[in-house]
Structures are given as C-alpha cells and as structure tokens.
C-alpha cells in the first residue's frame, strides 16, 4: 500500500483513507505503475449494491484507490473504530485530481456527454487547467458497433488519466469491465463534472438542505423509494451494529 494510505473495510467493502498531502503521492505512484488502475467515488448506494452485487464488490476490490463520498461512510469508519477517511465529495475530487495532474504536465481523454457537451467541456478544461494536455475526446452515448474503435482510440492516445462521466452506460462498471483494454494510466467516473465544465449546469451543492430537497422531490417522481431507501438506511444502520458488536 502507498504511503500515507490506509485501506480500511466498511461492511467488508474496501475504503482507502488518504489525507490531503498524501493525496498527489499517492494518484502520482499509481500512474507511474504499469497497468491500468481505476480510481472509484464511493457512494452509500454503491457501498450497499457492492454489500450484495459481486460485480460492484470485484470492480471496488480491483480499484487502485476507493475514495469514499458520502457523509454515512465517514461515520461508519468512526463508529467501528477505524480510520475516518477525510470527506470528500465528488465534482470538487475530480478538480483536485485535475489539478495535481495539471502540475506534472499529464494527460487526460475525456468521455462523456455529447459531442456538442465534450467539446465545450474540452474548450473550459483548456482554459482552467492550461498546463494539462487532452489527448482526445468522446461523447458517452454510441452504438456498440463502434465502441472497439474508441477503445483502440483511447489506448493509442495513452492518456495518465480517462476521464468519464454523463452518459456512460453502466457509468464506473463500463471502466471495470474495460479495464483491461487501456493502456497504463488511471480511469474515473463522476456523473457531474461534463455538465458543469461544458455549462449546461452548476457546480454541484453538497449543502444537506439542498441535497435533502432533491431526494425529497426524487423521491415524489419515484414513489416506491419511500419504501425502498428508508429500508435500505435501516439496513445499513442494522449491518453496522452487527459489526461493531460482533468484534467484541
């Protein structure tokens, strides 16, 4: 494991704890290995489906770092004893990410919205990030009867980082399931951050009012997640006290 990282379990699920100036050492070792590596933002739905879905539990398992973005992860961590990894949240990651591979001069493709949204986000991305070469770029949304030509574009333009987002089907799975056709280099997937560098909406707002509003609303087009998520919080809350007094 690199230095100033600790690898920590939730529910058996790996949680990589990595403070802030272990953070640029630690993505430099991983793109400087051979191979590909995968970074994951991990959720508390994709805790819970990694808790009972192999595919999620082997993607997460694979990934060179899994950096945990909801507030219930950071609690559990603390709540069972272990290392509390920093909170991070998703969009503002992917700019720190940007940014410390703008510093050694490294290289990004971008997939993900459409092409209308790739080059716009293309265009903001040279603006911000000057000293950061993007080697190519895709929308997210094509037919399968191409998708081994972008494969073989993306390898040939060897970038240290593929950058996907809106669009993807099968969102950090397609990287997983893929990960074996790029060449070394590291892979994330963020739903927001096309959208905000291409303009098309606002940077993301982690207030809890704000994001409490939203699944509120969500919750009003999608009734059945009335039942469905306060189930899902019960049951983690139940998993986590089973743990914690297990080891004991």
């Known amino acids: 494991m690199t230095a100033g990282v600790i690898r920590i379990r939730i529910l058996g699920i790996p949680v990589d704890v990595i403070d802030e100036e272990s953070l640029p050492g630690a993505i430099e070792s991983s793109y400087t290995v051979e191979g590909h590596r995968q970074i994951i933002l991990l959720g508390f739905n994709d805790l819970m489906r990694a808790r009972f879905i192999r595919e999620h539990r082997l993607a997460i398992a694979q990934a060179a770092y899994v950096i945990p973005v909801s507030s219930l992860i950071n609690w559990a961590a603390s709540f069972l004893k272990l290392a509390r990894p920093p909170l991070r949240r998703p969009y503002p990651f992917i700019i720190k990410l940007l940014g410390i591979l703008e510093r050694k001069n ?13 080059r716009n986000a293309e265009a903001a991305l040279r603006a911000t990030f000057p000293g950061l070469r993007i080697v190519g770029r895709h929308a997210a949304r094509f037919p399968s009867s191409i998708e081994h030509d972008i494969l073989e574009a993306i390898k040939k333009a060897s970038p240290t980082l593929l950058l996907a987002g809106s669009n993807l089907k099968g969102r950090h799975l397609w990287l997983a399931r893929r990960r074996g056709k790029f060449s070394a280099g590291l892979s994330i997937w963020e739903s927001s951050c096309f959208g905000v560098f291409s303009g098309k909406r606002s940077k993301p707002n982690y207030n809890f009012g704000v994001r409490f509003s ?20 019960m049951l983690f809350f139940l998993l986590i006290l089973i743990n914690r007094f297990s080891k004991k």
Do not use: D, N, Q
């Open 214 to 233: 939203k699944t509120f609303f969500g919750t009003l087009i999608r009734p059945w997640r009335i039942i469905l998520r306060p189930l899902l919080y």
């Open 106 to 118: 490294k290289s990004v493709y971008l997939l993900g919205a459409t092409m209308e949204g790739v």
